[in-house]
């Protein structure tokens, strides 16, 4: 799912109401492949409808994209997608308010949905000017944005650099604590009786007469299902080739550096095509980028500056950019690595 809250109530209750059409006679079984925050949330859903998913997680629950995102809920740059797309994400930001508020009452935790606003931060330097886009597209589908100054820039969110010419903000614009998010889903799952299965890998589609019946595992073993949901983020390409069809998938890698700061340090998300900054409510703030495309353009991007990211499985570059970090900043460092929950 993408995020906030732009569209009208009909779309969700549109959506609601398809998924119950799908659960219409007895208590069908969902084989629902990959336990992502798509996976867990539509298990959790199709469960309270009176299905029986079963989620099938090929390592461990909730441990590849959905914990190591940023949770900002909103595309990057949407004006550079295709319209259906965009409506696509309106469809969804629709639904989060009323989904996050039955979750976390589901759980018994908080998953931190807030709107604090996405700014795009402008310079002289900048190889785009996302404005003009980014101005018609707000317009078209109905995205509230403002056109800072400088000054204004740098009074609504006061950490930027001084030589900040200018900002675009979209006020409504939100996050989730992904990692939060993804104990919650556990949580209103177990306490629905969701089958979770973990470290299986599904290979293929069983077929009988024609129609699915249900997934095939690497070990052999059959899981009978009357319908299946294809959620295995970027290992859906491979296996949609191994089930018969296309499902272009690419993965995408990326690291994020926490840092450890007061509460309002930083204020918005703030996203640069250098890298982004993600405020959480007890003053950590992630610092990612792509991967993709630091590859692909690196030395143009960064010119002069260290690399912003390292080889942490290597442990190459970590003690410099943490020097690096606290140097510019002055804040406290702590790299991000897996068991620390942005």
């Not at 219409?24 to 079984?29: A, I, N, V």
């Not at 004006?79 to 989904?99: I, K």
């Not at 795009?120 to 944005?145: E, L, T, V, Y």
């Amino acid at each position: 799912m993408v995020a906030a809250g732009h569209a009208s109530g009909k779309l969700s209750l549109q959506w609601r109401k398809g998924l119950a059409d799908t659960v219409h006679s007895g208590s069908p079984r969902v084989a629902i492949v990959g336990g992502g925050i798509i996976g867990c949330l539509t298990a959790w859903r199709l469960r309270l409808l009176g299905a029986r998913p079963v989620v099938l997680e090929r390592g461990q629950l909730g441990d590849e994209s959905s914990w190591a995102g940023a949770g900002i809920l909103s595309p990057i740059h949407p004006w550079l997608y295709p319209d259906a797309f965009s409506a696509m994400v309106n469809a969804s930001l629709a639904l989060y308010p009323g989904t996050m508020q039955e979750l976390e009452q589901a759980a018994g935790i908080p998953v931190e949905w807030r709107r604090n606003g996405l700014m795009i931060p402008m310079f002289a330097d900048d190889r785009i000017d996302h404005a003009p886009q980014a101005s018609d597209w707000s317009a078209r589908f109905g995205w509230p944005m403002e056109q800072l100054s400088a000054e204004e820039a740098r009074d609504r969110e006061p950490a930027l650099s001084p030589a900040v010419q200018g900002a675009l903000l979209w006020p409504e614009v939100g996050q989730v604590r992904n990692p939060r998010m993804l104990q919650a889903a556990y949580l209103a799952m177990r306490a629905t009786g969701v089958e979770l299965r973990q470290h299986v890998e599904v290979t293929g589609l069983m077929e009988r007469g024609g129609a699915v019946a249900g997934v095939r595992l690497a070990d052999g073993e059959e899981v009978p299902a009357d319908a299946v949901l294809l959620a295995a983020g970027s290992w859906s390409g491979g296996l949609s080739e191994a089930m018969g069809f296309s499902l272009p998938v690419r993965p995408v890698k990326g690291q994020i550096v926490l840092l450890h700061c007061d509460p309002g340090v930083v204020r918005h998300i703030v996203k640069h095509d250098e890298a982004y900054f993600v405020p959480r409510l007890d003053g950590r703030v992630l610092v990612g980028a792509s991967l993709e495309v630091m590859d692909r353009d690196a030395r143009k991007m960064r010119g002069a500056r260290p690399f912003l990211f390292a080889n942490l499985k290597a442990g190459k570059g970590v003690a410099e950019i943490a020097h690096f970090i606290a140097e510019a900043g002055g804040v406290d460092v702590l790299i991000h690595r897996p068991g620390n929950g942005p």
